[in-house]
Structures are given as structure tokens and as C-alpha cells.
């Protein structure tokens, strides 16, 4: 599962049965130093979200054979999937150091 940042939709003009009850979102996936930032250098996917993410959401995302799992036994043909909408991520800053 990857971290990555919704940037936009995708409107199919006839789409697929199968493709009923989501919506197509653009996500840029963000590596640790990007989450501050608006988007990272990672080129921009298609990502099947049926959880409602809006526009500059923070997002997980599953990719690949891991993407289809969740529609079984009725599967559609995804390569990403948004599995869950971030309110926020804690880190630890790499500058402090543990008191001793």
C-alpha cells in the first residue's frame, strides 16, 4: 500500500457495467518527503475510489493483483485502488534526538 494525493477525476463518457458505483480519481503517489508538499515528482495514476476522496485528499492506495481483491467474487479491472482516506500522518522529525 502506497500514500498519494488525489489531484483530479476521470469521466468516462460510456462506461462499463462493471464500472457502476465509483469514481475514477487521478492520484499522484507521494514518497515521506513529499508529504508536505501539494504533489510529488511521481508520475500521476488512475485509481478506483469508491470512499468519496475529494480533490487534495490524502489517500492510501493498494496497486496491481491487490487493487482487484476487494470486488471479488465480481471483479473489475483496476490497477489501483483507494482503500482508505488519510486525516492526517504523524512522523517523527529525523532532526530530533531521543533524550537520553
Known amino acids: 500500500m502506497r ?13 462499463h ?10 492520484v499522484v503517489p507521494l514518497r515521506q518527503q513529499d ?13 478506483w475510489d469508491s470512499l468519496g476522496a475529494g480533490d487534495g485528499q490524502l489517500i492510501a492506495f493498494s496497486e496491481g493483483g491487490e487493487a482487484a ?7 473489475k479491472p483496476v490497477d489501483a485502488y483507494i482503500a482508505a482516506l488519510i486525516d492526517r500522518i504523524d512522523q517523527p522529525n529525523p532532526n530530533d534526538q531521543p533524550k537520553t
Do not use: C, H, K, Y
Open 3 to 15: 500514500i498519494g494525493r488525489t489531484i483530479g477525476s476521470v469521466t468516462l463518457v460510456n462506461a
Open 17 to 26: 457495467p462493471s464500472m457502476r458505483g465509483g469514481i475514477l480519481r487521478i
Open 35 to 47: 508529504l508536505g508538499a501539494e504533489d510529488g515528482p511521481a508520475e500521476p495514476l488512475v485509481a
Open 69 to 75: 481483491q476487494p470486488f471479488q467474487p465480481d471483479p
